[in-house]
């Protein structure tokens, strides 16, 4: 009876310690994902990098599904997946991906958490109502963005800093647009899959569009850190963490899954400040808090709304 007993709480505390070991796996990592693309773009063109990070993980998850062989999609599917893997892939992350070239990798992940906002601005010009709470959200974020960048009002009058605050916004409307297309045309196939698919379609569209304007390095000239780096955002930020993100995604409450999208800007500037040395103000501190309690809201009128279910986007922002 005792080893019953035993086993029986054991089997509760596995049910509880390892959805939340995976949530804080997924919290941690893909936090640090931002630095290792940052230490990776030092050093190599960003949208090369892009490239062969999608590449390789695009083939890692298409050769497995192969191998299940699990069915290949169907006629429209197709085409979902190709508008997606330009939209969350060859314009999302290659454009984020670019950005943290010319910024630091704390401001990008902070400006990469602010997608929400773009969906809630989409559907409004869609002809949808806005909840209040969704407007007090917005407010709130756009208070805390300008204390942010209160300590970067010198750095808007260097070109590099503008293109690279430009290309991390559009990547945040391009995600922003994706997730309401899967949402649109959300579908019966495999959604791992076509994760997949989605990425090693990129990678040929980034590879064409690098190679036409001569973007691109030889591959015996990217150093060694920029392969480490790629092969970081690939292990762990494509594959590793994803898995745990499906896991937790699977055994705990979405109110509780969602505090990685929080998280993962705090990991990134605090890693950035310690391992870069970029600089961490109150200003910036308190406009981080400000606008991750605004993106709170944002996220919980969301889900009152009928795009509840846009967690199915949210849960992939980080993969990318």
């Known amino acids: ?28 990592f ?7 693309s940052k230490e990776g773009v030092k050093y190599m063109p960003a949208l090369q990098l892009a490239t062969i ?16 062989k699990e069915p290949w999609p169907k006629g429209k599917q197709w085409t979902t997946i190709f508008i997606l893997a330009i ?40 002809g ?43 990547s945040t409307i391009t995600w922003a647009f994706g997730i309401l297309h899967t949402k649109k045309k959300a579908a019966s196939f495999n959604p791992y899959f076509s994760l997949g698919l989605q990425m090693l379609i990129s990678s040929f569209l980034l590879f064409g569009i690098t190679e036409a304007f001569g973007m691109n390095i030889s591959l015996k000239e990217i150093p060694l850190v920029s392969w480490w780096a790629i092969s970081y955002l690939i292990v ?10 499906i896991y937790m995604l699977q055994h705990l409450p979405t109110e509780i899954t969602g505090i990685y999208a929080y998280m993962n ?11 870069f040395g970029e600089i961490l103000t109150p200003a910036i501190a308190v406009g981080v ?23 199915d986007g949210t849960r992939m922002t980080r993969i990318c």
Not at 55 to 65: C, E, P
Not at 236 to 245: E, M, N, P, Q, R
Not at 289 to 311: A, C, E, H, Q, Y
């Open 30 to 36: 893909w936090g640090t994902t931002w630095l290792a």
């Open 53 to 68: 990070r999608q590449f390789v993980g695009g083939i890692l998850y298409v050769g497995y599904f192969i191998l299940k």
């Open 87 to 126: 939209l969350n892939f060859a314009c999302s992350n290659g454009l984020s991906t670019w950005g943290v070239q010319y910024i630091s990798s704390g401001l990008a992940a902070i400006i990469a958490a602010i997608f929400p906002i773009w969906i809630v601005v989409i559907c409004f010009f869609q």
């Open 265 to 275: 800007p705090i990991v990134a500037i605090i890693l950035g400040v310690i391992l």
């Open 128 to 170: 949808q109502r806005i909840a209040k709470l969704a407007i007090t959200g917005l407010l709130i974020c756009f208070g805390g963005i300008c204390i942010i960048f209160m300590d970067h009002l010198g750095d808007f009058l260097k070109p590099d800093f503008q293109f690279g605050i430009f290309l991390s916004v559009a």
């Open 1 to 28: 009876m005792r080893a019953k007993i035993q086993n029986a709480v054991s089997g509760k505390i596995d049910a509880i310690g390892l959805p939340i070991l995976a949530l804080f796996w997924v919290s941690f």
């Open 236 to 245: 762990i930020g494509s594959i590793l963490t994803f898995v745990a993100f």
């Open 289 to 311: 808090f400000v606008t991750l309690m605004g993106l709170f809201l944002v996220n919980k009128s969301i889900r009152k709304t009928k795009f509840k279910t846009v967690r």
